[in-house]
């Protein structure tokens, strides 16, 4: 599989990125405490599936639909699973612990594109890999101010998303590199969107919309979730994996915690020590692993 090391303009990417995805945790936690779990991810998936049906429209002649499987594990391990999750453990996991988890899913991109997909590794790969998940952690757990805490059990469940994103990327990178990006996304969208509208109706989340004095509020949230989260989110990501390689990609989970670090910063938060020795550690690690 063809990769090349990241430009300034792939850098440019995993920024953008990083800061929509960054904003996520945000959004998911206003968002769970209006609908449950489970309304609040089938609502995203909807609103995703709407978004994407144009897009798919654009796309159709330009996407190998004999490729079914792949498309479906795009839109259940990339989306599905893990924003269900993630709705789950944050009701009982803060955003700072979940983000450090979130850490995690280059670690396993490493594991299971080794394991199962045949992935070329490097020294490199391996020491970014692990440095820039310590500075994730030294820049989360030995913050005082992150306040980092949750159930273990919820917690589980975060890792296991991460799992499911390791999955997805792996997937992406070995099966579908040749689709175009935005053809990728709205494909497995366009295959599964039918179950995630009937699930929105089984799990009562249209009545709570209507319902719930801050229905409207949050379907708000939901929606950035959907719209700029799941469809523009997931586009630019599959861009990053068939521009560079599955490990650098998913290093984009590294660069979260110092988005709130720097959002924080903007709100008039002090910026410590600690904060910058971890961020410069994380970027260590990316820098590494992009080789």
């Not at 975060?158 to 579908?176: K, M």
């Not at 497995?188 to 929105?200: D, E, N, P, S």
């Not at 959907?226 to 990501?237: C, D, F, K, R």
Request: aromatic share 14%.
């Amino acid at each position: 599989m063809p990769t090349r090391p990241p430009s300034a303009f792939d850098w440019f990417l995993m920024i953008f990125l990083a800061a929509i995805w960054g904003a996520s945790f945000f959004f998911i936690k206003h968002s769970v405490a209006i609908y449950t779990p489970m309304q609040m991810a089938m609502w995203r998936m909807v609103f995703a599936t709407v978004v994407y049906l144009p897009i798919a429209a654009v796309y159709w002649s330009k996407i190998d639909w004999r490729r079914w499987k792949p498309l479906v594990v795009v839109a259940f391990c990339g989306s599905a699973i893990p924003n269900l999750f993630f709705a789950i453990a944050q009701q009982h996991v803060n955003s700072s612990l979940a983000g450090v988890l979130n850490s995690l899913t280059p670690l396993f991109t490493l594991l299971i594109g080794t394991t199962f997909f045949a992935m070329n590794f490097s020294r490199e790969k391996v020491l970014g890999v692990v440095i820039g998940l310590a500075g994730a952690i030294i820049l989360v757990l030995f913050n005082a101010s992150s306040g980092a805490s949750g159930n273990a059990f919820f917690a589980a469940l975060c890792v296991l998303a991460t799992v499911c994103y390791a999955i997805n990327a792996n997937t992406v990178n070995t099966h579908l590199r040749d689709i175009p990006p935005a053809g990728i996304a709205s494909a497995a969208f366009v295959i599964t969107g039918g179950f995630f509208m009937i699930g929105l109706w089984l799990s009562g989340g249209w009545e709570t919309a209507w319902q719930h004095p801050d229905g409207m509020k949050g379907l708000g949230y939901i929606f950035y979730l959907g719209a700029v989260g799941t469809v523009i989110g997931s586009i630019l990501y599959y861009i990053l994996i068939q521009r560079t390689s599955a490990i650098f990609a998913t290093s984009v989970t590294y660069l979260l915690p110092i988005g709130a670090i720097a959002i924080g910063a903007l709100d008039g938060e002090a910026i410590s020590l600690i904060d910058m020795v971890g961020t410069a550690v994380i970027l260590l690690g990316v820098y590494l692993a992009r080789k």
